[in-house]
């Protein structure tokens, strides 16, 4: 699945797959449409505990959770350099 670096700086939700709630999977969307998890990849209490943890991060810019993002961030510090 491709998408943008940039769906880090926006929001996310949760949205039920084209099976309907029933389904035990869930599809991960940023707030404005852009497929981030598409269904029959994450069951939905794993879906949920992303969106909870990535909105959050937005909300509190949390310092430890920010440096986790940055590694996916296009200006952001690479992986090997934030293990060091
Ligand atoms: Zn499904």
């Given amino acids: 699945m491709?998408?943008?670096k940039d769906v880090?700086?926006?929001k996310w939700k949760v949205t039920l797959c084209h099976a309907g709630k029933q389904c035990w999977c869930r599809e991960?969307?940023?707030?404005d449409g852009e497929c981030i998890i598409m269904e029959g990849c994450?069951?939905?209490?794993?879906a949920k505990y992303f969106v909870t943890l990535h909105?959050?991060?937005?909300?509190t810019k949390n310092?430890?959770?920010g440096n986790m993002?940055?590694?996916?961030?296009?200006k952001g510090?690479?992986?090997?350099?934030?293990?060091?």
């Fill in 8 to 10: 880090f700086s926006k």
């Fill in 28 to 31: 991960i969307y940023t707030v």
């Fill in 55 to 59: 909105n959050k991060f937005l909300i």
């Fill in 63 to 65: 310092k430890k959770l």
């Fill in 77 to 84: 510090r690479s992986f090997e350099e934030n293990l060091s």
């Fill in 42 to 46: 994450i069951n939905k209490l794993l």
């Fill in 69 to 74: 993002c940055k590694q996916f961030s296009p």
């Fill in 2 to 4: 491709e998408f943008t």
